[in-house]
Antibody, heavy 124, light 107 residues
Framework: EVQLVESGGGLVQPGGSLRLSCAASGFTFSDHYMDWVRQAPGKGLEWVGRVRNKPNGLGTEYAASVKGRFTISRDDSASSLYLQMNSLKTEDTAVYYC???????????????WGQGALVTVSS | DIQLTQSPSFQSASVGDRVTITCRASQGISSYLAWYQQKSGKGPKLLIYAASSLQSGVPPRFSGSGSGTEFTLTISSLQPEDFATYYCQQLNSYPLTFGGGTKVEIK
């Protein structure tokens, strides 16, 4: 059974940093691209970014709203995904979801598994 | 960036109703579109990928159609467990984007 479990959420002051982790199990983690998606309270879904797998160079993509402040990384030996968030703003307050990308071809980039989410609150 | 406009934002419907949700893209995205269902307090669930392919385990009352800039999600006969919010997502180019969502409520 595929499982994605986020951890590391919490309360942080504006300008601060926080690192989210996502523990994956039930599939060959190293085969898949992985994404982060967030949802502000009472709002819709916002794609945050992606890390590709090693055969595709471990490259990353980011939404403009987080580029330069957030960094996505992965540790295939630990089947784990990370989101390092720096220079946090109040508008970064959201539930952050770890998601698995089904395949590597463009036609297969849908997000087929989602975690339960981790709440990040940015407030003074 | 590609913008996705969903309509309606809210849909009031009864059990057994046919429900159709539209997603329009600001530029052509071929068939690179997915639909997700989100229930209150839970992470989203994939329903449809590649515009019209049903994800494994999803009931066949859900269907998707369209290509280019206009897409639809149809629920042929609404069931009590289908009351939720539905989102489309374009997978054509970065940054990936979601529609604003359609909340399907009990009439």
């Amino acid at each position: 059974e595929v499982q994605l479990v986020e951890s590391g959420g919490g309360l942080v002051q504006p300008g601060g940093s926080l690192r989210l982790s996502c523990a994956a199990s039930g599939f060959t983690f190293s085969d898949h691209y992985m994404d982060w998606v967030r949802q502000a309270p009472g709002k819709g879904l916002e794609w945050v970014g992606r890390v590709r797998n090693k055969p595709n160079g471990l490259g990353t993509e980011y939404a403009a709203s987080v580029k330069g402040r957030f960094t996505i990384s992965r540790d295939d030996s630990a089947s784990s995904l990370y989101l390092q968030m720096n220079s946090l703003k109040t508008e970064d307050t959201a539930v952050y979801y770890c998601t698995r990308v089904f395949g590597t071809a463009w036609s297969t980039h849908h997000l087929d598994y989602w975690g339960q989410g981790a709440l990040v609150t940015v407030s003074s | 960036d590609i913008q996705l406009t969903q309509s309606p934002s809210f849909q009031s419907a009864s059990v057994g109703d046919r429900v159709t949700i539209t997603c329009r893209a600001s530029q052509g995205i071929s068939s690179y579109l997915a639909w997700y269902q989100q229930k209150s307090g839970k992470g989203p669930k994939l329903l449809i990928y590649a515009a019209s392919s049903l994800q494994s385990g999803v009931p066949p009352r859900f269907s998707g159609s369209g290509s280019g800039t206009e897409f639809t999600l149809t629920i042929s006969s609404l069931q009590p467990e289908d009351f939720a919010t539905y989102y489309c997502q374009q997978l054509n180019s970065y940054p990936l984007t979601f529609g604003g969502g359609t909340k399907v409520e009990i009439k």
